[in-house]
């Protein structure tokens, strides 16, 4: 069994041009050659064309090709922030919902709502969950709001009541969005504040690792969903996991891949490889190994 807690629809709606800008231009600088013509063209090219899979065709084939059995599709409230973003959010909602209907098996939907929608906002996100079937709330505070703002404690006391989970994300976004509220230090108050309610931090075992894993041995409702992780060199990525088993986090760690995003380090397969080089290498046993895969999230979505 196999759950991947952090993936996306790949759409303009989800991933759009105002974010994509800058993340494919720090993707080029970061090539060999510095971002030479050729491979500005190429990433372009790879990235609009990875973009388009509004009916999940493509992650669900990879999905079955990486034995993924279900995967948390993460809606992202960009009205708020790009003015010129020309989804309204309650469509982007909808889109989703159909989504799950369609695949109820393979699909959990996180709700992305800008609490600062006010009660708009929150009348939305409590209907994704009561009425759609929607399992969490998803937040990314790159957009100008910390996951600990009072606006937040009413949609916490609907993921409360409902017993389902919050994924903030966590750490640098694209350039054209600010850090400061996405450092891991900015859940500490609604996770004290909320102690009933499931805090995850997206990509927060390996980005800002050593906080996150602070954060997460110290509040027993602080998980770190490990997105990201398929950028790591080999040695980096077992001396991470390694440090997050030192402080007993075993339990907390999920499995996550940030579909469509890392799109450089392969297909789906790709990540289970590097996973699977985690119990030939000895840093997990299979109880860990599986504890990580699906049973720490299984048991947060029960």
């Known amino acids: 069994m196999i759950y991947d807690c ?27 050659g510095k971002g030479t013509e050729p491979e500005k063209k190429l990433v372009r090219k790879l990235f609009e064309y990875l973009n388009h899979d509004e009916s999940c065709e493509r992650l669900l084939r990879q999905m079955e090709e990486a034995n993924i059995d279900k995967s948390a599709l993460l809606v992202i409230d960009w ?10 959010i309650e469509e982007v909602m909808a889109f989703h919902r159909k989504v799950l209907e369609t695949h109820p098996d393979k699909f959990w939907v996180f709700a992305g709502i800008d609490p600062r929608r006010g009660q708009q906002g929150l ?21 100008g709001f910390s996951p600990s703002d009072e606006q937040l404690f009413p949609f916490y006391e609907i993921c409360e009541q409902y017993g389902i989970p919050v994924l903030t994300h966590v750490g640098p976004s694209s350039p054209s969005l600010r850090t400061s509220f996405a450092m891991p230090i900015e859940i500490d108050t609604a996770a004290w504040k909320f102690p009933k309610v499931n805090f995850i931090l997206g990509h927060g075992a390996f ?35 390694i440090q997050h088993l030192k402080l007993r986090l075993h339990k907390k760690i999920l499995f996550g891949t940030d579909w469509p995003v890392h799109f450089f380090s392969g297909h789906q397969r790709n990540a289970l490889k590097k996973m699977e080089m985690l119990l030939t290498h000895g840093v997990l046993d299979q109880t860990n190994y599986d504890l990580i895969m699906y049973k720490n999230f299984e048991r947060l979505m029960s």
Not at 123 to 143: A, I, M
């Open 6 to 32: 952090h993936t996306h629809i790949a759409s303009s709606m989800i991933l759009p041009p105002q974010w994509s800008e800058g993340w494919m231009q720090n993707t080029i600088e970061a090539l060999p």
């Open 79 to 88: 009205g708020l922030t790009y003015k010129d973003f020309e989804y309204p």
């Open 123 to 143: 009348d939305l996100f409590e209907k994704s969950v009561k009425d759609w079937g929607f399992h969490g709330l998803k937040l990314y505070p790159p957009c």
């Open 207 to 241: 980005t800002h690792a050593y906080d996150c894993g602070l954060l997460a041995a110290h509040r027993n409702n602080i998980y770190l969903d490990m997105s990201g992780f398929q950028t790591q060199t080999d040695q980096k990525f077992e001396e991470t996991m």
